[in-house]
């Protein structure tokens, strides 16, 4: 069983940065992908970014490339997001999720576990 907890959520101006963290209770942390999704009101949930387990392979949707970066701390099972210059349409709730797998998953349904989420608001 894996649980997920995301914290780092919060309101930020346009142009801001958050850092959030998915603290992650799991028994070999690095053998998981680890994705960001987000799901803004009204929409479907979306693909963020994504890492493999050891950490040397990242992939991103392609609006946040460049602003946004994935990694993660394999001793503190934690992965982590830092979001830059971020704009208000980017409010949603930041989920992060796992697959046990070495290879990236860009899709929900390639996902078993989920986090709650982290209530991300950007003001204009």
């Known amino acids: 069983q894996v649980t997920l907890v995301e914290s780092g959520g919060g309101l930020v101006q346009a142009g801001g940065s958050l850092r959030l963290s998915c603290a992650a209770s799991v028994v070999r942390f690095s053998m998981y992908a680890m994705g960001w999704f987000r799901q803004a009101p009204g929409k479907e949930r979306r693909f963020v970014a994504a890492?493999?387990?050891?950490?040397?392979?990242?992939d991103y949707e392609d609006s946040v490339k460049g602003r946004f970066t994935i990694s993660r701390d394999n001793g503190k099972n934690t992965v982590y997001l830092q979001m830059n210059t971020l704009a208000a349409e980017e409010t949603a709730v930041y989920c992060c999720?796992?697959?046990?797998?070495?290879?990236?998953?860009?899709?929900?349904?390639?996902?078993?576990?989920w986090g709650e989420g982290t209530q991300v608001t950007v003001s204009s």
């Open positions: 999720a796992a697959r046990r797998s070495f290879r990236i998953g860009t899709t929900r349904n390639e996902y078993a576990y």
């Open positions: 890492i493999t387990g050891a950490g040397g392979e990242t």
